[in-house]
């Protein structure tokens, strides 16, 4: 096997490993999915440009292995339903600029429970915010990049991000701090 490939896989196997882990929808194919961006990457090799981001190479051909993946097996992630436009109320919005300040104050507190809390509420999210967010977060891709890997418009990526970050800012602040 490709020297090069290798050093470069080695140097991105836990973002890999992540993203993978975050957009599969059944985590027992975990290893397959894997496997299989792993391959595909190693066929398409050829076409990788020197100088370039490899992470970022390699996230692209993992999101339409995995989404491929999902769809072909026609699973949907079991969710809980999420209002899309919830109106929470005044009172609401004031305890979650409390809880804003108390994560400030006390971020163990948040970060005990993060890693849990996170995982439930981006499975809440839908594929397209999800992947998006992914992309930007561990693959530190572009904005014009993750339009490309997403095949949609530079506009829709920035608004399924925006979207991605409110939902779980929302969730999240009011998961840790129970608020009312």
Do not use: H, M
């Given at each position: 096997m490709n020297h090069e490939f290798m050093a470069h896989l080695e140097s991105?196997?836990?973002?890999?490993?992540?993203?993978?882990r975050h957009l599969l929808w059944d985590q027992s194919e975990l290893e397959d999915a894997l496997q299989e961006v792993v391959l595909q990457a190693y066929r398409s090799y050829g076409r990788f440009s020197a100088g370039?981001?490899?992470?970022?190479?390699?996230?692209?051909i993992a999101v339409h292995v995995v989404f491929n993946l999902n769809r072909k097996k026609h699973r949907f992630p079991v969710l809980q339903p999420v209002p899309e436009t919830?109106?929470?109320?005044?009172?609401?919005?004031?305890?979650?600029?409390?809880?804003?300040?108390?994560?400030?104050?006390?971020?163990?507190?948040?970060?005990?429970?993060?890693?849990?809390?996170?995982?439930?509420e981006?499975?809440?999210?839908?594929?397209?915010?999800?992947?998006?967010l992914l992309l930007r977060s561990l693959c530190d891709l572009k904005y014009s990049e993750i339009a490309e890997a997403l095949k949609m418009p530079f506009g829709s990526v920035m608004g399924n991000i925006g979207r991605a970050r409110a939902k779980l800012r929302k969730a999240l602040v009011g998961a840790t701090y129970e608020v009312p």
């Open positions: 991105c196997k836990s973002d890999l490993l992540a993203l993978c370039t981001d490899f992470r970022a190479w390699i996230g692209r919830e109106d929470i109320g005044w009172e609401r919005e004031i305890a979650l600029e409390d809880a804003y300040d108390a994560i400030l104050k006390e971020p163990d507190r948040v970060l005990a429970n993060l890693d849990r809390a996170l995982r439930r981006l499975q809440r999210l839908n594929e397209f915010e999800r992947a998006a």
